[in-house]
């Protein structure tokens, strides 16, 4: 069950909102009426969506959009009354899932909100995946460096070289990365030791 904040400086609009949202099934995660309070609300109450005003006081909604997917990625959804290109183009570089266009339908609402929630997960194990793919790169590429290393100064083979880094790892109860980078610091500063036993 999705919970969804709402944002608008308008009460009255606010609880439009409010009803779409029960009306669809879901909870109301808390509201506000500016920017800086939807930022502050994503940080407490962690809602799975938010749905927000463009133009508010003391922060706008794009702004306050780009500030929550810097600080507590979530899904959000711009209300606005003028689609101006300027304005969706702002929106885009938020990071903004969807807009709806005001006085909001109810038809218009609940397709917003699930194409929003499905976007915002398949950004989200795309970015989590990518994350995965540059630690394994970063580390292999230091676990190579070191393996060079190792080789070069005590004349093993590769495999060997790559054996004695998995065992200083085990025996450390350390990543092999990190054994990795220790032995490349210690090479540098001349001190590694590491003699077959």
Do not use: W
Request: charged share 35%; net charge negative.
């Amino acid at each position: 069950m999705l919970r969804i904040a709402v944002i608008d400086d308008n009460a009255s609009v606010r609880e439009v909102i409010k009803g779409f949202i029960e009306e669809c099934g879901f909870v109301v995660a808390g509201e506000g009426a500016d920017g800086s309070e939807a930022v502050t609300l994503c940080k407490t109450e962690r809602p799975d969506l938010v749905i927000m005003d463009v133009s508010m006081p003391v922060k706008d909604g794009i702004d306050a959009a780009l500030e929550i997917n810097e600080e507590c990625p979530t899904p959000v959804i711009i209300l606005t009354a003028r689609g101006d290109y300027a304005t969706v183009k702002r929106a885009r570089e938020a990071g903004v899932m969807a807009y709806l266009m005001k006085p909001v339908r109810f038809e218009d609402f609940l397709p917003a909100v699930e194409l929003s929630a499905a976007r915002f997960k398949e950004f989200s194990e795309l970015r989590k995946e990518n994350r995965t793919l540059k630690e394994t790169l970063e580390a292999r590429k230091v676990i190579e460096k070191a393996k060079g290393l190792v080789m070069e100064r005590e004349k093993v083979t590769e495999n060997e070289a790559f054996c004695r880094i998995r065992r200083l790892s085990m025996d450390r109860r350390r990543t092999m990365k990190d054994v990795a980078a220790e032995i490349i610091r210690s090479m540098e500063e001349g001190r590694f030791q590491d003699k077959k036993s």
